[in-house]
């Protein structure tokens, strides 16, 4: 498979994770965040465990969940706690810092090259995503702005890790681990946290279902075989295409306006995008030819 078979299969995910918002907001009740977030990881976990039958073995048990805990718990536990007390323009630019993080974890653990025009790629992205959802009557909160950061180090950490152990067994049995991990630490977070859900609606189930078995396995598997694949700071580019999805299905199904500085914005962070994998491209060409250059010497 070539690798822009790589990065469009990759792309998936986050495009989808777009989506999130608005089926949260339009399919599930409010205000149980911490238990939302673990049905959306322990079912669609364990039903991919079923599917793998194949658990964690020796030094994988830990690594699973800590991975589990960076990628998923913590990681949104963080995101909620910035939704709550940020207005989302301000809670998705905090997060967008995330590719940052990466291109430094990435130097120090894997000894990737820290190129400048990938540092200039991810800060146009936050430039971009800035325009696209950021409001001039945004206000700032310091935990909420804290919580953020560390979902955006929690989120780098585990994209770096990921492609730093290569796991020996397939993105869908390294999925499924993580998944599980993650839900299992949710659930007595979600228990002491939170009341009971009520009754579930058809739609709540819907949303549920979505959320768990598109928005996290399908998207997760996806991935985490791009972490594997690619570069970690390409990969983490790709997530800027999150909140242009959420920003377009807003204006498709929901009737919200769009300015042109939106416009621009998503003008923006596509061109964010394509500079950081257009980089990773010319130095993959470039450690070829160099490694030929040696093989006919």
């Known amino acids: 498979m070539t690798r822009r078979s790589d990065l469009l299969l990759t792309a998936i ?76 323009g301000v809670a998705a630019t905090v997060g967008a810092i995330q590719p940052l993080f990466v291109i430094f974890l990435a ?48 989120m780098a950490f585990g994209t770096v890790l990921s492609r730093f152990w290569q796991p020996p067994v397939s993105p869908l049995t390294f999925t499924a681990w ?19 859900l009520p009754a579930l609606t058809q739609a709540n189930i819907a949303g549920l ?30 997530g800027f295409l999150s909140p242009v999805t959420a920003v377009i299905l807003g204006w498709w199904l929901l009737g919200q306006a769009l300015s042109p500085l939106q416009i621009v914005g998503m003008a923006v962070v596509v061109g964010s995008v394509w500079l950081s994998q257009h980089i990773q491209s010319g130095g993959q060409k470039v450690v070829s030819a160099i490694a030929a250059e040696r093989a006919e010497t």
């Open 107 to 154: 130097r120090g653990l894997l000894g990737s090259p820290m190129r400048v025009l990938a540092i200039v790629a991810a800060i146009a992205g936050m430039a971009g995503v800035a325009l696209l959802i950021l409001t001039p009557q945004a206000t700032l909160d310091p935990i909420g702005i804290a919580a953020g950061l560390a979902g955006a180090v929690s």
């Open 178 to 196: 993580q998944l599980t991990a993650g839900g299992i630490l949710l659930v007595p977070v979600a228990f002491v946290l939170e009341p009971a």
């Open 209 to 238: 279902a979505y959320l768990g078995l598109i928005g996290a396995a399908l998207t997760y598997i996806l991935w985490f075989r791009g972490v594997a694949r690619l570069e970690p700071s390409v990969v983490a580019s790709l």
């Open 13 to 88: 995910a986050p495009a989808i994770w777009g989506s999130t918002y608005f089926v949260t907001t339009e399919f599930l009740p409010q205000g149980y965040p911490m238990t939302v977030a673990m049905l959306r990881a322990l079912p669609a976990g364990l039903l991919l465990l079923l599917l793998v039958r194949e658990l964690p073995r020796g030094i994988w048990w830990p690594r699973a969940f800590l991975l589990g805990a960076l990628n998923f718990s913590f990681f949104w536990a963080m995101l909620f706690v910035a939704a709550y007390r940020l207005p989302g």
